[in-house]
């Protein structure tokens, strides 16, 4: 959690979770559940989703991945809130608006509908702009992303318009087992990804002269975990590689001018410059 907003929705998340725990022990302790206890169970839990997405889509707001989609994931999350209350507390709404009215039941369930589609997403587009590819990788991210933009546009037609034809809801199941599958495959190609970039760095190898901050003394030490000969004193070495700004990868002994994975031009500084 890098950001003041992301510790503040995951703190809201950890609270909604806990109040849906101590609701649902009460329940269980009781023997019986009422409908108040539902509505405040169902009201907790409808947060708590709320929350993890509000989370997904900070995280390519705060690393500004495909920008703009991390604020644009933000905005159905108000109204999808909104809705889900009016839906589990209907006493909220004006007595004409009442739950047996049908035609605001239908109103109602539709733009739930509608909202949540949207809400789920554009954050999982989101965060499949976060997984770090090898370029020839790259189309699999991008495919899933049309798909799951197309299976959110088939079923927002299909319930707009009340669409009963057997072969567009074929086409959205369809369409619904690509887009799960390419989501499943983008998070194992970033992994896979990831495995020769860190066999690369061998910095762990190398050897620097350090003088112990407790006898002074000059001694040929290790990166990493080492101990002075002389007094004992133990002390951790790290070394920070250069990566690449855009795609993370490590540019140790590199002497290419732009990054091997992505192209991208690196900025080295100047060794003459004071």
Same mark, same amino acid.
């Given at each position: 959690?890098?950001?003041?907003?992301?510790?503040?929705?995951?703190?809201?998340?950890?609270?909604?979770?806990?109040?849906?725990?101590?609701?649902?022990?009460?329940?269980?302790?009781?023997? @019986?559940?009422?409908?108040?206890?539902?509505?405040?169970?169902?009201?907790?839990?409808?947060?708590?989703?709320?929350?993890?997405?509000?989370? +997904?889509?900070?995280?390519?707001?705060?690393?500004?991945?495909?920008?703009?989609?991390?604020?644009?994931?933000?905005?159905?999350?108000?109204?999808?809130?909104?809705?889900?209350?009016?839906?589990?507390?209907?006493?909220?709404?004006? @007595?004409?608006?009442?739950?047996?009215?049908?035609?605001?039941?239908?109103?109602?369930?539709?733009?739930?509908?509608?909202?949540?589609?949207?809400?789920?997403?554009?954050?999982?587009?989101?965060?499949?702009?976060?997984?770090?590819?090898? =370029?020839?990788?790259?189309?699999? =991210?991008?495919?899933?992303?049309?798909?799951?933009? +197309?299976?959110?546009?088939?079923?927002?037609?299909?319930?707009?318009?009340?669409?009963?034809? @057997?072969?567009?809801?074929?086409?959205?199941?369809?369409?619904?087992?690509?887009?799960?599958?390419?989501?499943?495959?983008?998070?194992?190609?970033? #992994?896979?990804? &990831?495995?020769?970039?860190?066999?690369?760095?061998?910095?762990?190898?190398?050897?620097?002269?350090? &003088?112990?901050?407790?006898?002074? #003394?000059?001694?040929?030490?290790?990166?990493?975990?080492?101990?002075?000969?002389?007094?004992?004193?133990?002390?951790?070495?790290?070394?920070?590689?250069?990566?690449? #700004?855009?795609?993370?990868?490590?540019?140790?002994?590199?002497?290419?001018?732009?990054?091997?994975?992505?192209?991208?031009?690196?900025?080295?500084? @100047?060794?003459?410059?004071?």
């Amino acid at each position: 959690m890098q950001s003041t907003t992301q510790r503040k929705l995951l703190l809201g998340f950890i609270a909604s979770i806990c109040l849906c725990g101590i609701i649902g022990i009460y329940c269980l302790a009781v023997g @019986d559940m009422s409908r108040l206890q539902e509505r405040i169970l169902g009201t907790t839990a409808i947060v708590a989703v709320l929350f993890i997405l509000a989370l +997904a889509a900070a995280l390519p707001w705060h690393r500004r991945t495909w920008h703009p989609i991390g604020p644009i994931s933000f905005i159905p999350l108000l109204p999808t809130l909104v809705l889900a209350l009016l839906e589990i507390w209907p006493s909220l709404v004006q @007595d004409r608006w009442t739950n047996a009215n049908y035609e605001y039941r239908k109103v109602l369930n539709e733009a739930m509908a509608i909202s949540w589609t949207i809400a789920v997403a554009l954050p999982l587009i989101g965060l499949l702009s976060l997984a770090r590819l090898k =370029r020839q990788w790259e189309w699999v =991210r991008n495919t899933t992303a049309v798909f799951i933009l +197309a299976l959110s546009l088939e079923l927002i037609l299909g319930i707009l318009f009340e669409i009963r034809v @057997d072969e567009w809801w074929r086409l959205t199941g369809v369409t619904a087992i690509l887009a799960t599958c390419g989501t499943i495959t983008v998070p194992i190609l970033h #992994r896979v990804s &990831s495995i020769p970039r860190h066999q690369e760095v061998h910095t762990a190898e190398l050897m620097l002269s350090i &003088s112990c901050p407790r006898c002074g #003394r000059t001694e040929k030490l290790p990166a990493g975990r080492s101990q002075c000969p002389h007094c004992a004193l133990r002390f951790l070495i790290q070394i920070e590689e250069e990566t690449c #700004r855009r795609c993370g990868y490590p540019l140790y002994k590199i002497e290419s001018a732009v990054c091997p994975e992505c192209g991208t031009p690196i900025a080295r500084e @100047d060794p003459t410059e004071a």
